[in-house]
């Protein structure tokens, strides 16, 4: 047996990441075809191969998995992220395109799906779960995804998991949603599939009820006690950027809890994205904050890849994907190379290449807004001829893409509200997916911009135009542009474009380079700051202004939601 | 939320196994229907519910799940065990049969999946991957499985995994068999699904090449080093009593291996079923060997579940089927009251209650054998007239199920052989499958009986049947009892029936009470051990005498078989 076989591929002189003993180890690797076939540690058989690297000592890794993240948060397609991905060590993604679905419905997530088929990174799929997010018309969406699409998906091979099941209050009171149809379709019928939750806040008996349905991970913003009760009752826990916490990563490893846990990005932002990282980027903040190299490897690689059943993805063994990346450093994820299913996919120094033109014509024509829609700026009736009104106002907060209501007196004249007086910005939601024409007036105060204009029609998640200014003049603008545009992100002030971002693939996301897309974005970031916006992340701020699952009142195309009370709230306050 | 909820079982007052974080908490536990539903630590909400059980600070521990099991080892039908499984605080257990389907192939799977489907206790299936073993002319069986039988068998729901791949040997040497065409559908359609291996002796490259198939558990009887060897490439390590190794348990807790690792019990006879346990005595061993009950329970339940892709099963917690036992001491693992799905199957004390008749007609009519056959016994032509010649026994080893081939030297007289005067025992495999009326004559010497007769129908894997004695009409006696049983064990002196199991189900199994199954094979073994039978174990070194993948020389119907050859062989040496 000990004769010179042939394999494809032959790595000599690695350490290489063991994922059962958490350990390195220094091996010759053989690859036949996809898969590992053989860990010489005696580094003693001489193979016959097509392609040798002797990597000199250097570290090898499995391929980063990335399970609970949305690739249109970086306003990316698919085949624009995967790229990045790839030179950031991440050869396995699990995504949940709820924005696109808001957009397009079913066709939407399968468009997706199809536009990424042939990126270099495995492109697995979550099933939106929450599309729309409340709708019962308090938001125009431009898709759907009900019961019957959600058993479509799961036919598809992509599909790996239930996507993020938002609405949790609902949840846990036992109501009749689509979800819950298809969660109980599930169950009845003993198909299991990993279910992503969403369940900021919930504890003890609420949490044990949303469990018992059978949404099994959180991945949302914790204190250290909430997020132990998730461990301690089974609940996978997804680690994103800001539960980096020390006395959490601490606790995991004193109960060696490395089997239920897991690092994810969920959103990041292009910018982000090109200066920063990706998961490699989390798993090397962990690091930094003592969690040990063995084991956080293991949170981002073998752990993340079981709790999505890929059982041939995630470690470096005979058998399973030869999806790896070889380092310097194990504590600086920044690979040199990169192979995927035993072929390289990037190799340092290596330029980035994409295609354009994935999607159906379309989606390259999704923003269908009037002039008719634009006249709703130019007069906002008052309940009275003249005098003063209170007006419920919406302020943004600086930290927090929750919001507060509150009360603002605003004069009138002729019947007409007098709001440039009040110091607040006027803002609409223009529904754009060609379905009613409706449009949402508020007003915004609070950390937001002071002056000139913000627009997009990136608002989550019904992906309406959303626009606020000082003018209606500058506004009007801003909205012909993106309608010009066919989406994107911009600010206007006197008469001028400032900085824009396109995002003409379902007004959402774009096919340009990342390095174009993360730079137009940084200057509208930029551009937003400088007209007063006052947030840590303006662009997720301005964005979620239109969110009526996220308190405390917003902004749709029907007008100001009281999402606590879920129901839709008049301008002015009788 | 507080209020006075409800639920349909509360057990109050019990210290709870953590699966996650693997320790005993005081908690107050409720379930509705099928499932867990709470976990009270706080022990502070009121429910309303249809059953409290106050366990007064007992040990409540999820049921065991035995992952790699036969259930005809045990001469039982699932229906059989069942009972016996629920008392030892087993709940699930994944079975693969086999020895049903050697006798009546792909309805033999289905048979024995049909009579278990009302028991109390989960049982899944995994699919035979070689029946026959061997086959070839070498072997003539009821039944075989073929590439299309392993499909319909895949698609069943009770089906979790490909049971054990046996012929490793043909699989490293890529052969194109059965299973292999099999394994590589699964691969090409992306098919997830376990794959239970059998590679004793396997190291380096040879257990590479197994793994590169998709073959990833082991639980034969290894070395320390080979142990080591499949837990460092990924192997899923199945141990099972004669595992039970010092060495190898504190390497698994050394290296934190819990979820590489699962305790499991292969093959138990109905006696040792009776008298010692089920898999509750595999963890207790291994507990009395030092690893930490904690530990072992964790890899009696939530381990296995998992590597059997049984995600609701195997621990106590939110939305997971609630299956679990009570016991006074978690180190002694002796229900006082069992749950499945939420309803108690055993308390203490308890009768057990089981059904028969739940086979097909023609499965209680399986044994076929005629009095043409029994002529075989009359006369054994040699290749001279008269004198001496060579012949080629088998020499039965005391401690192994292997045997050596021997050389003997034996009497001829009218062309006929007078092995009376040899010392031999004449041993025949008389297929009895209706199928060619074969019969396949040889020689026994070494650790088997001395004097009397043994036979049965129990004879791996092809369950033809298997007698040996010292006199030919015993023999004939024998066969012509185990005709009239249709299946089973038993011993012959003197024209007498000195002990007998009747087997009457396919031949192999029974559906009376495991007490009295239990009992008559003690009766047979001892019987058998008063005839001169010297090894550990008669009725398993017996049985395994005709089985043609087992070392050195074994005897089928087709006649000697050598092992190591794959070839017939001549009685004769010429």
Chains 1, 2 share one sequence.
């Not at 053989?30 to 010489?40: M, P, Q």
């Not at 949840?171 to 019928?189: G, V």
């Not at 509208?524 to 701020?541: A, D, F, T």
């Amino acid at each position: 047996m000990e004769g010179k076989e042939r394999v494809s591929l032959w790595i000599r002189n690695a350490r290489v990441y063991n994922s059962f003993l958490k350990k390195f180890e220094r091996a010759n690797v053989a690859v036949r075809g996809e898969r590992f076939y053989y860990i010489d540690r005696r580094q003693e058989i001489d193979f016959e191969a097509e392609e040798i690297v002797d990597v000199m000592g250097r570290y090898m890794l499995p391929g980063l998995t990335d399970i609970h993240m949305h690739i249109e948060s970086s306003m990316m397609t698919p085949s624009a992220i995967a790229g990045c991905l790839a030179e950031n060590g991440v050869t396995t993604v699990v995504t949940e395109p709820h924005e696109m679905a808001n957009v397009k419905g079913l066709r939407g997530v399968e468009e997706m799906i199809r536009s990424g088929a042939d990126t270099p990174v495995d492109i697995y799929y979550g099933i939106p779960a929450s599309v729309p997010t409340i709708g019962d018309g308090m938001e125009t969406t431009g898709g759907r995804i009900d019961f019957a699409d959600m058993r479509r998906l799961l036919a598809r091979p992509e599909v790996v998991c239930v996507g993020e099941v938002m609405n949790y209050r609902q949840i846990i009171q036992e109501k009749d949603l689509e979800i819950t149809k298809f969660l109980r379709y599930l169950r009845e019928n003993g198909i299991d599939i990993p279910v992503e939750g969403h369940c900021p806040s919930l504890v003890d008996l609420e949490l044990a009820k949303y469990l018992y349905q059978g949404i099994d991970s959180d991945h949302t913003e914790h204190t250290f006690e909430e997020a132990c009760q998730r461990l301690e009752n089974g609940m996978f826990l997804e680690i994103q950027d800001k539960m980096l916490d020390e006395k959490l990563l601490q606790y995991i490893r004193k109960n060696g809890l490395y089997e239920y846990c897991a690092f994810v990005t969920d959103d990041t932002m292009a910018d982000t994205l090109i200066r920063e990282g990706h998961l490699n980027r989390i798993v090397e903040k962990a690091m930094e904050k003592g969690f040990p190299p063995e084991k956080a490897i293991y949170c981002a690689t073998y752990t993340p890849a079981r709790r999505m059943r890929l059982f041939d993805h995630g470690c470096v063994s005979p058998g399973k994907l030869a999806d790896f990346m070889i380092v310097a450093e194990p504590v600086r994820l920044r690979p040199e190379m990169v192979y995927k299913r035993g072929r390289q996919i990037y190799r340092k120094g290596d330029s980035r290449q994409q295609k354009k033109g994935k999607f159906p014509k379309d989606f390259y024509k999704s923003v269908v807004v009037s002039e008719a829609q634009l006249a709703a700026f130019d007069g906002i009736h008052a309940p009275i001829q003249s005098g003063e009104v209170t007006v419920r106002a919406i302020e943004v907060s600086p930290h927090s893409t929750h919001t507060r209501g509150c009360h603002i007196r605003m004069p009138v004249k002729d019947g007409l509200l007098r709001w440039e007086e009040s110091g607040c910005l006027l803002a609409a939601v223009i529904e754009r997916h060609g379905k009613n024409g409706a449009v949402g007036i508020g007003f915004l105060t609070g950390a937001c911009h002071k002056k000139g204009t913000v627009a997009t029609t990136y608002c989550h998640d019904h992906h309406n135009l959303l626009v606020a200014g000082d003018n209606v003049e500058d506004m009007k603008l801003a909205v012909r542009r993106l309608f010009e545009l066919q989406g994107g992100y911009l600010t206007v002030q006197d008469g001028k474009i400032l900085a824009e971002l396109a995002l003409p693939v379902g007004g959402i996301v774009s096919e340009c380079p990342a390095e174009e897309i993360g730079g137009n974005l940084s200057q509208v970031r930029q551009s937003m700051e400088k007209l007063g916006y006052e947030h840590e992340n303006p662009i997720m701020s301005f964005s979620c202004l239109g969110l009526p699952v996220s308190p405390e009142w917003k902004l749709t195309d029907q007008g100001l939601i009281n999402v606590k009370r879920g129901q839709r709230v008049s301008l002015f306050v009788s």
